[in-house]
């Protein structure tokens, strides 16, 4: 007797439909044999005959089976290759190499399944205001009604380019013509992009170390060779930039990500100097830039590239919010047409509803509101989460790097970096959510330390989580041999 399993997933005509298919597929039913009866078939399976009779004429209608309902239906007499419905399901896919070098990152990567911790301080969660999300939903419908249907250009809509040339010029010293910008689907597809615009595999990268991982794991998928450089508090060491071969060096100059640090103006000198010399490229990602804290924002490296030798690479994700998955490039001259070409082949042109939306935005002033907006809530919130750790975490933290974006390094040097997981373990038990920097460097980080972002709480709910956080820092500190009680846990995901 045959033996049919439901997968129990949609429609019951469906799930017949498919049991029978994988029977006849993987050899139960061979080639000529008949099918039992509708009628005997629905007994078993416990379902209605019609349902059963439904999923015979699918299986007729699709060449699985012949004959007609009521005189027999038969098996198709067709050789289905072996293990077609089993075998090849079980067995790791072969890959090409691309496939295999991109699997590397993957798990690391994968997407902001964010913990579930009241005080949560994970970099990359985004400043919610209700300003913005009423400002969106008008901006989305009014375009909604006005987008054309059709594709639109690959380098994107002429007024979101027009806007974001525009915007660059007040608000980032850059001098750059619509023609000049690329709308992207974020930084990462600018990444992506310029790396096979640019670079071909085996060919050598300067990145920071420690640097953003989206960028290390797309070299890394690439297959470029990686030349990891040390970075201070003026950013990345450039006395260290190779001699000869690199093609390109990939660099966050307004606020170092994750240490913070600014690159000098005597180092973006020196670095738009060993590009000219060395024909590299400069790919400059100013990914929260305009937040600038202390001071004034201070001015992108493209603003100083006499010689177009800056890639410059910004993002809607912290300038409005990243679900959006818009941002922007800007290319030299002679850049233009094989971004444009790469953009084409890799999705056609973003979403026009979208762009409309934000390209509205931008030339009403409201976009500017906005920003000014964030940056104000997201001062209040660096205040008040270094308020909190000055006072309840006074003496177990050095804090760096948070006089722009949306995050801050607290370093522990009473910490031994193999005791982290335990910290954020601990951590994790009072509801605060706090995460290692080590996974940033591609070296071994030198010191124990922690990325802390506050863009995602309340500035009270960042004086509490400081407050919940002091004890658990003065108990790490104070158990004898903190490696061994704290470092029994692997460290999370992200
Ligand atoms: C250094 C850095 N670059 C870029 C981005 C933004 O990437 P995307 O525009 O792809 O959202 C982030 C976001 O966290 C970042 O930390």
Redesign the pocket.
């Known amino acids: 007797m045959l033996h049919l399993e439901l997968d129990h997933r949609g429609a019951l005509n469906q799930q017949v439909l498919r049991a029978l298919k994988r029977a006849i597929v993987d050899g139960r039913l061979a080639a000529g044999a008949r099918l039992p009866s509708s009628r005997a078939l629905a007994h078993t399976l416990g379902v209605s005959r019609n349902t059963v009779v439904d999923a015979f004429e699918q299986l007729v209608a699709e060449g699985f089976a012949c004959g007609r309902v009521g005189a027999g239906t038969f098996v198709a007499p067709s050789q289905w290759p072996r293990g077609v419905a089993s075998g090849a399901v079980a067995r790791a896919p072969r890959l090409a190499a691309y496939g295999r070098r991109a699997l590397r990152g993957e798990s690391k990567l994968q997407p902001a399944e964010r913990q579930r911790l009241r005080y949560n301080l994970e970099?990359?969660a985004p400043l919610v205001s209700p300003a913005m999300q009423s400002a969106w939903r008008r901006a989305l419908s009014r375009a909604a009604d006005r987008s054309a249907f059709d594709y639109p250009p690959a380098q994107g809509l002429h007024a979101l380019r027009s806007a974001i040339a525009d915007y660059l010029g007040r608000r980032r010293g850059i001098a750059a013509a619509a023609d000049d910008v690329v709308v992207l689907?974020?930084?990462?597809?600018?990444v992506d992009l310029a790396l096979r615009v640019l670079v071909d595999p085996g060919q050598s990268v300067v990145l920071e170390d420690p640097c953003?991982r989206?960028?290390r794991y797309a070299l890394q998928a690439l297959g470029a060779r990686i030349l990891g450089l040390p970075v201070d508090a003026e950013g990345l060491r450039v006395e260290r930039l190779p001699r000869a071969g690199a093609r390109l060096a990939c660099i966050?100059p307004s606020h170092q990500?994750?240490t913070g640090g600014v690159l000098s103006l005597a180092r973006r000198i020196e670095l738009l100097g060993w590009a000219r010399r060395h024909d590299a490229w400069l790919l400059e990602?100013d990914?929260?830039g305009e937040f600038r804290h202390d001071g004034r924002p201070l001015a992108a490296l493209k603003s100083l590239d006499v010689d177009g030798r800056v890639i410059y690479?910004g993002?809607?994700?912290?300038l409005a919010f990243?679900a959006l998955?818009l941002?922007f490039i800007v290319v030299p001259p002679g850049l233009r047409r094989a971004f444009a070409a790469a953009k084409w082949l890799a999705d056609r042109g973003g979403p026009v509803v979208l762009q409309a939306a934000l390209a509205e935005l931008m030339a009403s002033g409201r976009f500017e509101r906005l920003v000014r907006h964030s940056a104000r809530a997201l001062l209040l919130r660096r205040d008040a989460l270094l308020a909190g750790l000055a006072t309840h975490c006074a003496g177990q933290l050095e804090v760096e790097g948070g006089s722009a974006g949306m995050h801050l390094t607290a370093w522990l040097p009473w910490l031994r970096p193999d005791a982290l997981p335990g910290l954020v373990a601990a951590a994790a038990v009072r509801e605060v959510g706090i995460y290692p920097i080590t996974p940033y460097y591609h070296s071994l980080a030198p010191r124990a330390g922690l990325l802390l972002g506050y863009a995602g709480l309340a500035a009270a709910d960042l004086g509490e989580a400081s407050r919940r956080l002091g004890p658990v820092l003065a108990a790490a500190r104070s158990s004898r041999g903190n490696a061994a009680h704290f470092g029994q846990n692997r460290q999370s995901k992200r």
Do not use: H, N
């Open positions: 970099y990359g689907g974020g930084t990462q597809q600018g953003y989206g960028t966050t990500f994750p990602d990914y929260d690479i993002s809607f994700s912290k990243p998955r941002g």
